[in-house]
């Protein structure tokens, strides 16, 4: 996704209060000036989102912000939680700057409105993605919280008589140290919200910081260890249906015809009906809905199917990889520089598909309401998914209301550019005519066989050392499906025929090496393709990372002092490296078939090294037993809530270094669950430190960053432990 | 119809005895913390007490279980119970969650059994229980501690 960062937040920018019938205040940002007729026309455009329904009778949803006379601050949520820790971190940004106490912080998922609750790097669009959360909101919430602090400021000056520059504010209460008077938040909030809105507003220095920088609580631990928490699988609404689909069992495929009398006779099923994705069928429950599916016969014309597997496909792949493709980089004279190189290395890497296997498989809850359509999902891509059901009623997108749940896990899934799992819902409910609710549900098996995978790669890489063993030319070529193409992002990322997000981590290489040469090829598949978590960097970190450690090896040097002196120009990628390095003992002696590796890499402006440890048994196993991570993400905005991105993140890189792939076999996906599609288990996960470098930059995100960098790390490793190098993932050793 | 009691409710259930336990908690009875990840006990998503035993109720077929106590998430009321749920919540544990239900439950019946767990016995009692967010580091951690909090003093193997 874009991590375009040039449509940074002007500082221009006004902030709206509106009081409506109960007492307390509410605080919304409006892009521009907000007269109260802008206002209500900002309100009517595209991405509204029924406020009508949504608001209860004392609040506008325009806001980030709400305090109430209980003294509870509501903080509006614009992004998606889907583990990230995002409702803890974006609340802590506006408790910040408000000077709230923490515990009286509360968290509330906004509803889909471009318009107000816009990602602030992707423009008009509303959505969670790119490790951009805490980055694109983190001015942003803070002049929330800022702005609602002037203004109960002014309300205490006013009710107390003295000037605003005397009253402080701390952990929810207002006080005037001289007089001795003080009151909270609650008791302030009704004339807080007469006050003039402030303009403008100071935010403080990262000295003043009291939440920022530190381990506040998750907002979210609570409801996720007593079961409480909302996520799209739990929810019922009266009359609903649960609907399963049969899909066709190849990509490209479609319903010739179906046979529903023995599903339609299975108790508790309601409805058997034909939608552009296949056959969907509605019971009272997912049991009965389950069991019609399984009695449903369908005849599928499979004549325009995609009828290849992975092995042929990779065959095509490595055909392409003989011919130039597509320039990312070109600096110097790669050919001259390899010809004339004392010595040259070559490797080439395969990548399987990657299934997303979030553990929530995909569902969606869909009504139609007076008008319109109401919609309850882990919803992380709200302006797309808006218009593409408003496509399949005829209605305006703004009529398109999304309920914004707990995701279970997405790792880039949830935000389809096709809007698959929600458009299908759309398609379910329309062809019921809109007579009940309808959950979607997929099993396991439909999530991992529907599509929508991190795609198949073929990477091909050549170097040259020169007679003192220095680098002096790098080639680098790329051949896999693009996930930007046909998506409405393409103009934006796809630049000269290059997918940006196909060759990211491989093009910005960061290494100082002459010459070097970056192509590709991105072949049209009809395997539907998506961005899964760290996106380019999935792959093209293992190649540069583990490439740099052959040269290394060929160079007789030490792989963590090549690279020192490589990135002598790049003082964020050595800063982590080096913290990494020191706290694993880098250098100190490993035991006969143990090794150690490391691997430094950027994505999404975070910076993060790993050096992993491992053990090779019988010299056929291999167990990763340790991990030693720094990151670079600037400001910590929550220490904790990074460390367990760190952890979790390379752990589920870990997974794909270890074991899993998903396969084709004349066109059908191989793999069906948990059983063979591999996952990494609670005995495999290694010791993990994590250590974060002190910086004043402004934060970048975490969600990703971590995931890339495991794998080149454990292969590393690897071949320090044995000498064998690897060409392809997951990761074997040979015998 | 099914009588079963699940958090010391009795309930009798109209449905097909073939019916997964898991359907029957969370489309039937309304218990909703108790999640669908796979459907043939892989994940360890819907794992619920039967007994005081820890089961995969997607595979458990509520005829199974007839006339025997379940216990799920929302039931969670023993010392061991509540002090797991507590340790999961001061470590911040969770990322997502969808699975937690799932590793409180799996942790719950293991320190119930052995209060003071080895690493091996950890590693055999929680790989049933999938974490697509990884969140392993911090389960692993939380039993210890839950395993330290409900026997102080007492050495940690």
Redesign the interface.
Known sequence: MSRDDTMLPGRRRFLVATVTAGAGLTLGMCLGGCSREDKESAQAGPGKTGNRIISDAAFEPNAFVRITPDDRVTVIVKHLE????TYTGIATLVAEELDAGWSQVDVEGAPADAARYNNLFWGKLQGTGGSTAIANSYEQMRKAGAAARAMLVAAAAKQWRVPPEEITVRDGVLRHAAKGIQASFGELAELAAQQPVPEDVFLKEPGEFRLIGTRV??K????????????T??M?LPGML?ALVAHPPRFGARVRSFDAVAARAV?GVHDVVEIPSGVAVLGK????AS?GRDALQVDWDESAAFMSGSDELMAQYQALADKPGKVARSEGDVSAALGSAAKTLRTSIAFPYLAH?????MNCVMQRSEGGVEIWNGEQYQTPDQNAVAKVFGIGPEKVKINML??????GRRANPASDYVLETAHIVKAIGGKAPVKL?W??EDDMRAGYYRPMYYHRLEAGLDADGNPVAWQHRIVGQSIIADTAFEGALVKDGVDVTSVEGAANMPYAIPNIHVDLHSPQVPVPVQWWRSVGSTHTAFAVETFIDRLAAAAGRDPLALRRALLQDHPRHLGVMELAAENAGWGTPMAAGRGRGIAVHESFNTYVAQVAEVTVHDNKRFTVDRVVIAVDCGVAVNP??IR?QM??????G??AALSSALTLDAGRVVQS???DYL?????Q?P??EVHIVKSAQPPTGVGEPATPVIAPAVANALSNATGQHFDRLPLTLSA | MIELTINGTVQQLDVDPDMPLLWAIRDVVGLTGTKYGCGIAQCGACTVHLDGQSVRACVTPVSAVAGKSITTIEGLDTIVGTTVQETWEKLDVVQCGYCQSGQIMSAVALLSKNPQPSDEDINAAMAGNICRCHTYVRIRAAVKEASQALHPGRSQS
């Open positions: 889907m583990g990230q820790g609580a998750r979210d631990s609570r409801a996720k260890v007593d079961g409480t928490a909302v996520f699988q739990d019922k649960t108790a429950d997912f049991w009965s069991k296997a979030a553990l929530e498989p707990y995701a279970g896990g997405s790792f549900v099993t396991r904790d809530v367990a952890e979790g993140g390379m752990g589920f870990l997974s669950n948990f059983h996952v990494v288990r609670l005995d996960m010791r993990v």
